[in-house]
């Protein structure tokens, strides 16, 4: 039986740092390739998804990884994607569930960071304009009624159907962190994250003020999104009629490193931020409730 460490994200919780920072960092941890494991866990249609054919091709990865290495997934698209609302909140339950099968005679240990919504949903539309959105926060968050496409979806953000379906699936082996305590004491996160995986004897270096992947500040927001219009970097903006993908690669390194503004939730606007609130308050509590006194989620900001 292999111990495998699988974190899920959600999306902008640290998940990069833990990839660069502690996972590659430290040789006690091989990291599995994350195109192979979007390649062979998330992109497969439901109907053609076979967990055998998954783990034959992660056993091939697993001779790669010393006797004293411990295997690791991290991957946040393991949590489905805000930008298209989780595909209808198909994506989610599915991807639990790949796991399950995939690893079931393995001691797999899955792992959840959620971050307060207001929070969450601010850094998330700032991530859609840093890879090419052309949508202004509002429109990002109201997209057009219909099925036909996929967009963001108020549901991803509620937490506790993920949070209960998972223990239902994985158990004691569920563990679910907040972002929040990562940001205010990276180090004791980084102990307690080692402890709940049984790592708490192992010895790692990791940069903890290190910063991955941040948001981009809100003056570059703005303009990074003026710049999408006439820039295609991805596929969040791909009808452009003008495409000029130099720009768009330059201003996107540019800006990354403009620190001017505000990087908070403060800038949703008071109306945005009281219609978050509202959105969450009910599921909050459902998720308090799951969570304990323990994680006391309102005193990180999450809305109850």
Sequence with gaps: MRKIICLIGYHKTGTSWFQYELFSRN?????????????????????????SHA??????????AGEDQIVV?????????????????????????????????????????????????????????????????????????????????????????????CRSVFGEALHVFLYERFADDSEDFLKRFLRENGLEGLKVQADTDRRINASISSSAANLQRLVNHISVVSDLNSENLINLPALGKVTRKLLVRWKAGKRGSGELGLG??????????????????????????ETWGYPL
Aim: with cysteine.
């Design 73 to 165: 997934l991290a991957e946040e698209e393991l949590s489905g994607n805000p930008h298209n609302g989780g595909k209808g909140g198909y994506a989610e339950k599915e991807l639990a569930e790949r796991l399950q099968r995939t690893f079931a005679d393995d001691e797999l240990h899955v792992n959840l960071v959620l971050r307060n919504q207001p929070d969450m949903i601010h850094s998330t539309y700032r991530q859609y304009v840093k890879m090419g959105g052309r949508l202004n926060l509002k429109r990002y968050l109201h997209p057009p009624a219909g099925d036909r496409r996929d967009y963001f979806s108020y549901r991803y953000f509620r937490y506790s159907p993920m949070v209960s379906y």
């Design 27 to 51: 040789a006690c941890f091989h990291m599995l390739n994350r195109k192979l494991v979007r390649d062979t866990l998330v992109a497969p249609g439901s109907l053609e998804f076979n967990p």
């Design 272 to 297: 945005l931020k009281q219609e978050i609130e509202e959105e969450y308050r009910n599921d909050n509590r459902k998720l308090a409730e799951l969570l304990g006194p323990k994680y006391s989620l």
């Design 55 to 64: 783990r034959e091709t992660f056993e091939r990865e697993f001779q790669k």
